[in-house]
């Protein structure tokens, strides 16, 4: 019978080999009584910098004639053993297509595997591989290709990034989406640990397994194929027009891009897809030195059994406006993440040991309905890129990013220098010209008071670089219960594009759901199996 242990405390400096010992002692048991034991959760607390802690919660099994003593023990549960219930097998000779290859499409396509369904994908980027390659270029030489880039492409945009797995979300789906993640090469610690991330390094060679499985399971891959047309008979999906010059049968479509897809969203609006604008936030990068960051959090130098520190802050102003800390990346680098000509986006990105001397977050300001340009459920797509525009004029070209030093932005007095990961460069700028006023100005008190949160923060070693502006989609593609559009039969708007997720995780839930729906409707009719990757 599994139990559930909580609160198990350890030191830094405590091997975490010696956890069933320390278990069995809490519990006046021998250790050799404890079998499966094994870490569900491990967090830090550094709330008191003088005794850092480490908490674990534990898993374990025991004989039934030693259960009777473990009783009256607040941190001790009882674990039912639940079974997961069998996932359903569907055959059908309807076309299943999934456009977007990023966490929500490519959790989608393993859930219909699961089911014993195949779909062909279509990407408009390259495989990661690839992708990766142009995005280094992209990088180095400040050449964009608009179709592969850090927001375009296999595994999507979370690829360029910490790969993050926090998820605020208790779905019970969450837990499989990690072991599928590790199942396919992700490092097994993403299970239990507090605030798991794979790392961009290792992301890739997960999202590699992935599509070969998926290769092996008959689903047809294509890569620089871009939806550029829906077609309907009545009010139901029939087909889908790639690349401008190909019809693709389609019964089912799981529209799966991503937040910066901007021209499928104008396409939608043609196509009179219902759609509704959607708030959203922008704002700058910030880059520490990593040891300041970790001076700040755990008060002294990092003890080695310590991740590299991270921090999460608020502040909200009596005006309805609120500063807040976004996507931070400890050990990581700030990237150049336009996806549009003429125009910067800046992002965090980190490998799997955050071994960068940098730490960097986004820092950002909720941007309200009633600031966007215009009318229209595409106003909040018109402001992202009329700053972003903006930031691109300011950086000088060639995707140089306007930057300032943290003193010099809060006109504070004090000998100030610009330096910064970010490639392909920076150009030293007043950053109060490249977004607008609310948000500067609620950067500039919210950034006061995160340092006297955080003491330290302030400081002439920080570097802030503009613009932040794709933190989530300013578009929601609506949708009934059943995740289905509410125009069209046959399209399910899913994921972070779609309004609906934010994040590697939730995007992947979502994208399951909508497969499970998918599933639960087609009928008995047997597919043919098919086993291509395609490169146009």
């Known amino acids: 019978m599994p139990f559930i242990y909580r609160n198990l405390i350890l030191s830094p400096n405590d091997s975490e080999e010696s956890l069933p010992e320390i278990l069995a002692s809490k519990l006046a048991l021998p250790a050799t009584a404890l079998s499966n034991v094994r870490i569900i959760r491990k967090a830090v607390d550094a709330r008191k910098k003088q005794n850092i802690k480490l908490v674990y919660t534990i898993s374990f099994e025991t004989e039934n004639a030693l259960q009777k003593k473990l009783t009256d023990n607040p941190d001790l549960e009882w674990q039912p053993d639940i079974k997961p219930q069998p996932i359903a097998k569907v055959t059908s000779q309807k076309h299943l297509v999934i456009v977007g290859s990023g966490p929500a499409g490519l959790f989608a396509a393993l859930r219909l595997a699961q089911h014993g369904l195949c779909a062909t994908i279509i990407e408009r980027g390259e495989p990661v591989e690839l992708r990766a390659l142009a995005v280094q270029r992209f990088w180095k030489d400040g050449v964009l290709d608009p179709e592969s880039n850090v927001q375009f492409g296999e595994g999507g945009a979370g690829t360029f990034s910490d790969g993050k797995l926090t998820c605020r979300s208790k779905d019970s789906l969450v837990p499989w989406v990690l072991e599928q993640l590790v199942a396919f090469g992700a490092q097994p610690e993403v299970r239990y640990l507090a605030k798991p991330h794979i790392g961009t390094d290792r992301l890739r060679t997960v999202i590699s397994?992935?599509?070969?499985?998926?290769?092996?399971?008959?689903?047809?891959?294509?890569?620089?194929?871009?939806?550029?047309?829906?077609?309907?008979?009545?009010?139901?999906?029939?087909?889908?027009?790639?690349?401008?010059?190909?019809?693709?049968?389609?019964?089912?479509?799981?529209?799966?891009?991503?937040?910066?897809?901007?021209?499928?969203?104008?396409?939608?609006?043609?196509?009179?897809?219902?759609?509704?604008?959607?708030?959203?936030?922008?704002?700058?990068?910030?880059?520490?030195?990593?040891?300041?960051?970790?001076?700040?959090?755990?008060?002294?130098?990092?003890?080695?059994?310590?991740?590299?520190?991270?921090?999460?802050?608020?502040?909200?102003?009596?005006?309805?406006?609120?500063?807040?800390?976004?996507?931070?990346?400890?050990?990581?680098?700030?990237?150049?993440?336009?996806?549009?000509?003429?125009?910067?986006?800046?992002?965090?990105?980190?490998?799997?040991?955050?071994?960068?001397?940098?730490?960097?977050?986004?820092?950002?300001?909720?941007?309200?309905?009633?600031?966007?340009?215009?009318?229209?459920?595409?106003?909040?797509?018109?402001?992202?890129?009329?700053?972003?525009?903006?930031?691109?004029?300011?950086?000088?070209?060639?995707?140089?990013?306007?930057?300032?030093?943290?003193?010099?932005?809060?006109?504070?007095?004090?000998?100030?220098?610009?330096?910064?990961?970010?490639?392909?460069?920076?150009?030293?700028?007043?950053?109060?010209?490249?977004?607008?006023?609310?948000?500067?100005?609620?950067?500039?008190?919210?950034?006061?008071?995160?340092?006297?949160k955080l003491r330290g923060f302030v400081t002439a070693e920080a570097t802030l670089i503009g613009i932040e502006s794709r933190t989530s989609a300013p578009v929601r593609i609506l949708r009934d219960t059943s995740c289905e559009s509410l125009t069209i039969k046959g399209l399910y708007p899913t994921g972070e594009g779609a309004g609906y997720a934010g994040g590697i995780m939730s995007s992947a839930v979502d994208g399951i759901k909508v497969a499970d729906i998918i599933a639960g409707r087609l009928s008995a009719k047997s597919s043919p199996p098919c086993l291509r990757m395609w490169r146009l």
């Open 209 to 452: 397994a992935i599509r070969r499985h998926l290769l092996d399971k008959g689903f047809t891959i294509r890569f620089g194929c871009r939806m550029s047309g829906i077609n309907k008979a009545d009010d139901r999906l029939v087909s889908l027009t790639v690349n401008d010059n190909e019809e693709l049968p389609c019964d089912h479509l799981i529209l799966a891009t991503g937040h910066s897809a901007r021209d499928t969203y104008e396409l939608l609006e043609r196509r009179q897809v219902a759609l509704q604008r959607k708030p959203f936030a922008m704002g700058l990068r910030v880059e520490h030195p990593q040891e300041l960051i970790n001076r700040i959090q755990y008060g002294a130098d990092r003890h080695p059994a310590l991740p590299v520190a991270d921090y999460a802050v608020t502040w909200n102003n009596s005006n309805g406006r609120s500063a807040y800390s976004f996507c931070m990346c400890p050990g990581g680098i700030v990237v150049a993440g336009s996806s549009e000509t003429g125009g910067v986006v800046t992002n965090g990105m980190s490998g799997q040991l955050r071994n960068s001397p940098f730490a960097n977050s986004a820092l950002v300001v909720n941007v309200r309905e009633d600031d966007f340009d215009g009318s229209g459920p595409l106003a909040g797509v018109r402001l992202q890129r009329r700053w972003e525009r903006q930031a691109y004029a300011a950086g000088g070209g060639g995707y140089h990013a306007p930057a300032q030093n943290m003193l010099d932005f809060l006109r504070l007095p004090g000998k100030s220098t610009v330096k910064a990961s970010y490639r392909p460069g920076i150009r030293e700028t007043d950053l109060g010209m490249v977004l607008p006023a609310f948000i500067i100005d609620t950067l500039r008190e919210g950034i006061v008071d995160f340092g006297r």
